[in-house]
Structure formats: C-alpha cells, structure tokens
C-alpha cells in the first residue's frame, strides 16, 4: 500500500528563520511528487511537482529536492504569509487516472 | 486559465438527509476530475474520479456516490447521510494527457457537517 509521511506535524519558526519540512514515500510506480500550501478553510494551492531523484524546484522562499526516498521543503528566511499547512503526495498510476497518496501536513507558524 | 468551483461553501444536513455537491471546471476540455475529503488530522483520502462523462471509478466502499453528466462537472452524492460523512469535500481536476495530467488543481472545498 502506497504510503506517504510529513514530519513534523507541526513548526513554529521566528520570522527569517530558516528549516526544512521533510516527506517520506513509499508508491509503487511513482509518476510525481507534489506539494501543495493549504491555508485554513481553503483548498490546497500547488507547488511544485518533482519528477526525479535529484530533482529541484525553487519559488520564492521555498525550495524543494526529491530523493529516492524522501522529498524536502526548504523554507528560506520565511515571512508570517508563509504560515499555512504545507502537503506533500506521491503520485501513483491507477486505471487510467492520476492518484494522489497524501500525507497529513506539516502545520509551519512563522512569529514575528 | 482554468477555474475549478464548488458549491455549496457549506452545509449542514441532518443524519438521513440526501446530498448533492457540485465541481464545475472551466478553461479546459476532457478533464479528469476527482473528488476528496479531508478529515481533521488526516491526509486527503481519494474518494472517485473520472477520465469522461459517465466514466466514474469508486476508491473506497462507501455511503457516497458520484456522477460526471457534462464533460466538465462533477457531482457527489448520497441518498442517506451519516455522522461520518462530515468533513471538508475537495474537488480537483488535471490535464486529460501527458506529464501534465500527474498535476492535480483543487477547488475551494465545501464544508459538510451532518448532525
């Protein structure tokens, strides 16, 4: 069974100070993976998607790499607008459709 | 550009109630759709999704349907409701081919409570 997992649930950042969000995957068949930002009440907004090992995608503070393994969301210097839930899914093929296995979110406050 | 819509933003239905969301995409031909729900403190579970009209592929046995009568509308439904029906209801659709189809946009969401 395809599986992805977010650590840590949650990160509380002092404004400028940068980290990195990590994602764990095992899909069969991996054709992607992807990050969206989901903001309260909303639905997830995409990021990126990262085809192969080694791969990187930038967007203004966030940065993300894909391994084998594991995929990571760099945050540079973030801002208190970077505060959302960031969500990562391994992208599977199943009878003609696209499937997403996600994982439950790292939830980042960025403080002042 | 594309724009996905669900509607409505919320709802609140008794247990027993039926159920009817709506996805609407616009911008784009053939789509493929899906339908989500997010519960608190979980990951997004895949519910249905569908590569044409009429063309509707079930993930999880459950108390929900859907249905795509038009090339770029989603419809999810149930004759009954449950408690364990509420939750947050994401629609999403991709490109119909190529690279690009691997790339889900979603919708707004509706938030459904059953009591």
């Known amino acids: 069974e395809d599986q992805v997992t977010q650590s840590p649930e949650a990160l509380r950042l002092q404004e400028g100070e940068s980290s990195s969000l990590n994602c764990s995957y095992t899909v069969s068949g991996l054709r992607g993976l992807f990050w969206y930002r989901q903001d309260p009440g909303k639905g997830p907004e995409f990021l990126f998607t990262?085809?192969?090992a080694g791969e990187e995608k930038e967007k203004e503070r966030l940065k993300a790499t894909l391994t084998k393994k594991e995929s990571f969301l760099h945050i540079t210097a973030p801002k208190p607008e970077d505060s959302a839930t960031y969500l990562c899914?391994?992208?599977?093929?199943?009878?003609?459709?696209?499937?997403?296995?996600f994982g439950t979110g790292t939830q980042l406050k960025v403080e002042l | 550009s594309q724009t996905i819509h669900q509607w409505p933003a919320t709802l609140v239905q008794p247990v027993g109630s039926p159920l009817s969301l709506e996805c609407t995409v616009e911008g784009t031909s053939n789509p493929n759709l899906y339908w989500y729900r997010q519960a608190a403190g979980r990951g997004l579970q895949l519910l249905f999704y569908s590569v044409g009209i009429g063309q509707i592929s079930s993930e999880v046995p459950q108390n929900l349907s859907a249905s795509r009568p038009q090339d770029r509308q989603f419809i999810l439904s149930s004759k009954k409701l449950l408690l364990s029906d509420s939750g947050f209801y994401l629609c999403?659709?991709?490109?119909?081919?190529?690279?690009?189809?691997?790339?889900?946009?979603f919708g707004p969401g509706t938030r459904l409570l059953v009591l």
């Open positions: 899914a391994g992208g599977g093929l199943t009878g003609g459709g696209n499937k997403l296995t």
């Open positions: 999403a659709w991709s490109p119909a081919s190529g690279r690009a189809s691997e790339t889900q946009y």
């Open positions: 990262l085809y192969s």
